[in-house]
């Protein structure tokens, strides 16, 4: 470090207040206050004099920009959970540690998960569409307007059972529907237990019995494109999907042919693959009420910025005081 006591640590973007404020108590911070994503010429200049940088899901932290950064450049501590955008093999060659900020989001995405599991079926948003598009005048109540479909008694797959998976299974649970698992390894007796759930280690056998899927996977090489055409062409034609983790576990194109042709019949969205382009023919499709889509904020509360953002700061100053910092991540996570 260039000055053990006050490294200087780049922050990418806008941040609490809170956040902020402590940021600047511990360190020579240097801030984003009217929050423009970086170039990536400001970030290479960045990497070559902070000590610390501070990135988000919005940064793409690639090998060459990890190869640009100088000597004094040793640590990135992502203001996230996911690690996707950060070529963490690289920053290990390099003696960059990497950090994230893990668990403080698990229940802000689990509810807003559970909020898409919801809305889907039971056309929320197409039906608060209906009073705003009309300024409130609607002909009234009808025994067969606005018909969804019942969430209790189905069957959900969660694909994915770490801690967000299992916050999803949680709610769901309550909800009355039977949980269903895909993951690489099979969650703990107990757990599985509680959760009365079911494990399946063929993603493929549990695609063609579940009734909704949730995607709670993190997204890495292995997991790109999970849901391919090939896949999706399992699903149930009265099957509905929601993505809370990273669009490019899914095949957008192949989700999108399956939803026009009826081969699936919704899909509730945070996330997608060219973020934040969004797809128009998933646009389209959330004009006609097939889907619902939400940008990115399934983690947004002011509650788990401000806590990713203390993660953050301890993480900092752990690794400054020559500890091991707390979410340090290692390249064999991926
Ligand atoms: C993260 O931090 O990985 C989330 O995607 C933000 O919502």
């Given at each position: ?156 797959g ?24 895909h ?17 399946w280690d063929s993603l493929d056998q549990m695609l063609a019995r ?16 999970l849901l391919s055409?090939r896949r999706l062409a399992l699903l ?99």
């Amino acid at each position: 470090m260039t000055n053990k006591k006050r490294p200087k640590v780049y922050i990418t973007r806008k941040l609490p207040d809170a956040v902020e404020t402590r940021m600047r108590e511990l360190f020579d911070a240097e801030l984003n206050i009217d929050d423009t994503p970086r170039t990536r010429d400001e970030l290479v200049d960045a990497m070559q004099r902070a000590d610390v940088l501070v990135p988000t899901v919005t940064d793409r932290i690639d090998s060459s920009l990890i190869e640009a950064a100088g000597p004094q450049m040793k640590l990135i501590a992502s203001f996230s959970n996911g690690i996707d955008h950060i070529d963490i093999e690289a920053a290990t060659r390099k003696g960059i540690t990497v950090t994230n900020t893990p668990n403080v989001l698990t229940e802000d995405t689990a509810d807003m998960t559970m909020a898409l599991i919801l809305a889907v079926p039971r056309r929320l948003a197409e039906g608060a569409r209906i009073l705003t598009d009309r300024k409130g005048e609607w002909a009234g109540w009808s025994p067969t307007w606005m018909l969804g479909r019942r969430i209790a008694g189905k069957r959900i797959g969660i694909i994915g059972m770490g801690r967000i998976g299992t916050a999803v299974a949680r709610r769901a649970k309550a909800f009355g529907l039977s949980i269903h698992y895909h993951n690489r390894k099979r969650v703990h007796p107990d757990t599985e237990e509680k959760l009365e759930a079911t494990y399946w280690d063929s993603l493929d056998q549990m695609l063609a019995r579940v009734d909704i899927v949730s995607v709670n996977c993190p997204s890495t090489p292995a997991t790109y494109h999970l849901l391919s055409a090939r896949r999706l062409a399992l699903l149930q034609p009265t099957s509905y999907i929601v993505n809370t983790a990273r669009g490019g576990i899914i095949d957008e194109a192949a989700l999108v042919k399956c939803l026009k042709e009826g081969k699936i019949a919704g899909a509730g969205l945070d996330v997608f693959e060219n973020e934040p382009a969004v797809n128009p023919k998933l646009v389209k499709l959330a004009g006609e009420g097939k889907v619902v889509l939400l940008p990115h904020m399934s983690s947004a509360t002011l509650e788990s910025r401000i806590d990713m953002g203390d993660k953050v700061v301890i993480n900092i100053r752990t690794f400054i005081d020559g500890h091991r910092p707390p979410d340090r991540v290692l390249p064999n996570r991926m």
